[in-house]
């Protein structure tokens, strides 16, 4: 399953979600939605407002959650 992380420079919370994944040893890519406007453009057509956006498979979410990143492993 590919994991993709939806962030932005300097936000806390999409440091911790890639912490958390590294802790966890789950491989991701990371999307930067300050640069690219295809990415920026899904994230908002999925209805989130705010970064991070995790997407990982069939699931997705915003904001940090320890949560679902433990149920990723």
């Known amino acids: 399953m590919s994991i993709i992380v939806y962030s932005k420079p300097a936000c806390v919370q999409c440091t911790a979600t890639t912490r958390a994944l590294d802790r966890q040893g789950i491989p991701y890519e990371i999307v930067d939605v300050s640069t690219d406007s295809a ?26 959650r320890p949560d679902m990143i433990s149920a990723l492993a």
């Open 39 to 64: 990415a920026y453009e899904l994230v908002q057509g999925l209805g989130y407002r705010q970064v991070p956006v995790v997407i990982a498979g069939e699931q997705h979410w915003a904001g940090f």
